[in-house]
């Protein structure tokens, strides 16, 4: 797993999300050999389910959770994917 190596641009895709397009650009600026887990985290189910079709792993999150909790569900979503917590 390697960082990014270039600042993110303040306008990465012609078109806003949850178009395809979006999401699409997004892999080709900053994954486009497909060797890194790309993952999205987002309020809206509709841009989650765009993300997934396009190769992100999706995480669905209410932000409307106090800060604990919030935190909290992220990390059950990291967990899930093996990326927090004990080896």
């Given at each position: 797993k390697t960082p990014l190596t270039k600042p993110l641009p303040?306008?990465?895709?012609?078109?806003?999300?949850?178009?395809?397009?979006?999401?699409?650009?997004?892999?080709?600026?900053?994954?486009?050999?497909?060797?890194?887990?790309?993952?999205?985290?987002?309020?809206k189910l509709e841009?989650?389910?765009?993300?997934?079709?396009?190769g992100f792993v999706g995480i669905h999150v209410n932000p409307k959770l106090d800060d604990a909790t919030f935190v909290k569900q992220l990390r059950a979503a990291y967990q899930s994917l093996g990326l927090y917590g004990k080896k």
């Amino acid at each position: 797993k390697t960082p990014l190596t270039k600042p993110l641009p303040k306008h990465i895709a012609s078109t806003p999300k949850p178009s395809p397009l979006f999401f699409k650009e997004f892999i080709d600026a900053w994954n486009p050999a497909h060797t890194n887990t790309m993952i999205f985290i987002d309020d809206k189910l509709e841009n989650i389910k765009s993300a997934v079709a396009q190769g992100f792993v999706g995480i669905h999150v209410n932000p409307k959770l106090d800060d604990a909790t919030f935190v909290k569900q992220l990390r059950a979503a990291y967990q899930s994917l093996g990326l927090y917590g004990k080896k």
